[in-house]
């Protein structure tokens, strides 16, 4: 096997520090993650990041905030575009490739569940956008779509959480609004992931009582 011929020097810094899950396991996750945005619209996977991959990316988006590089999340798009903080009161910063190794594990992750998704339910998804999100303690994001009114190119949410040992009383639940059929509140602990329709779901991030770390993206439609 060519793989046993590498000397094991190389082997060593070719091995990805967080491997991508191109396995079984991750193939299965996928598949579930398609079943469910096709029953229902959104699909939520807790155990989605290894713990590795959690705490780096916890660590960069600790240290994007130390050093000043996470600015007011704005509403809108254009000229209405403006800072709202009774809106929305988180501060972000955009992922781009190659800015650290952890991202590119989440940029790899994210890709394989786009060819997943595109694979079983013909979604059309091409590029990915995303950004680290800091909900300070007081803050919180009002009832919203992902869609913009003048703009439908963003087709699915992908929202991944960095935050250990979360517990109900910190509050900062992902409040998924269902029709008919109420409310769903999910809790931003580290290592879930939870994937939606942009255009159909209501959500909203209800009031956090303690830093609350996520990475919020979204896959926008397929040019052609
Ligand atoms: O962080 C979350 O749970 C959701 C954030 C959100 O709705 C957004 O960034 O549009
Ligand atoms: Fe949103």
Known sequence: MLFLRTPVKVRVLLRPEWPVHADACAAERYRAIADDIHRQG?????????????????AECRALAHAGALSAAEVGRGAARACRPDVRGDRIC???????AAC???LAQVRALRLALNRELCAGLGDYEGH??????????VRHRDRFRNDDSRVMTVIAYLNDR????????LRLHRDDQGVHDIAPAAGRVVVFLSADIEHEVLLTTRNRLSIA????????
């Open 166 to 173: 979360w517990q109900p009383e910190h509050g900062g639940a």
């Open 132 to 141: 680290f999100a800091w909900f300070a303690p007081g803050t919180a994001y």
């Open 94 to 100: 955009w992922i781009k490739a190659r800015q650290s």
């Open 104 to 106: 590119d594990a989440w």
């Open 217 to 224: 993206g979204w896959f926008t439609r397929q040019r052609v």
């Open 42 to 58: 959104w699909s939520d996977q807790p155990h989605f990041l290894s713990a590795a991959l959690t705490r780096a990316l916890e």
